[in-house]
């Protein structure tokens, strides 16, 4: 099987080592790492081009232009040649079994075109986990309008099925868009197993909390063509769901 990982950076010097060797310890060999930088000014560039020398898997690329995360995933894409593809974030990072787990489920059901694991926070100025988030075995098109189920960092998506695709030119919300786009050609399988360790500096909601609800409006209205009334209300039940999460994240952690 062989599956390639997009990362893209911005100034990442901190976190990018730990990502990409955490893509490097799987179970399962990777194809290729590919790194897009997005005009990073630190020593993000210094750091994997010293990493490429012990690794040959490792892709790099940097931007002529600061792009956002969005567009440099679809540069990414336009490099990645092997029939699976997976996202990971510069800050975020996974457990060993991530991309074995995740495979596994695309070949047992064969009806989905991407599988997606759960997740959970760390929260790095208390140095707190969350708990993990939920998931759905089956997971459609319907659901996802009002979803916060699916995290990037947690997705593989099998191209021979789901044909080709892109992020949409936003700076947020994209990724949402994406799984919609996805979402409509066929459906999810939900593996219930916690490999995604995503970092956050705040588990505070009020801080994105009226951009998220703007950017599922939007999309819905313009990529969906979803009536105000229907993408109001899915746009509502999204901030609603999101805040359930944040209390069985935080506020019911064992």
């Not at 759905?136 to 960092?153: G, M």
């Not at 997705?155 to 700076?171: A, N, Q, T, Y």
């Not at 703007?214 to 979803?226: A, M």
Request: with cysteine.
């Amino acid at each position: 099987m062989k599956i390639d990982v997009i990362i893209p950076v911005y100034n990442s010097e901190k976190t990018i080592v730990k990502a990409i060797n955490s893509i490097l310890s799987q179970s399962i060999d990777v194809e290729k790492i590919i790194v897009v930088d997005d005009c990073s000014i630190d020593n993000t560039k210094t750091i994997i081009n010293r990493m490429q020398k012990d690794y040959s898997t490792i892709l790099y690329k940097k931007n002529t232009l600061n792009l956002g995360a969005g567009n440099s995933r679809n540069i990414g894409l336009t490099l990645s040649k092997s029939r699976y593809v997976a996202f990971l974030d510069s800050d975020d990072y996974w457990n060993e079994n991530h991309l074995m787990e995740l495979s596994k489920s695309l070949e047992e059901n064969k009806w989905a075109i991407f599988a997606y694991s759960n997740y959970k926070y760390y929260l790095t100025k208390s140095n707190k986990y969350s708990n993990c988030s939920k998931f759905k075995e089956r997971h459609n098109y319907k659901l996802q309008l009002r979803s916060t189920l699916i995290s990037t960092p947690s997705v593989l998506i099998d191209k021979s099925r789901s044909g080709s695709f892109s992020f949409i030119s936003r700076r947020t919300g994209q990724d949402y868009a994406l799984w919609l786009d996805l979402l409509k050609r066929g459906d999810a399988c939900g593996v219930n197993s916690c490999t995604v360790i995503v970092q956050k500096i705040s588990n505070s909601l009020s801080k994105n909390k009226f951009q998220s609800l703007l950017d599922i409006y939007q999309i819905q209205r313009v990529q969906e063509e979803i009536g105000p009334f229907n993408a109001l209300l899915n746009s509502i039940m999204f901030l609603v769901n999101t805040i359930k999460k944040k209390i069985s994240f935080w506020v019911l952690k064992k």
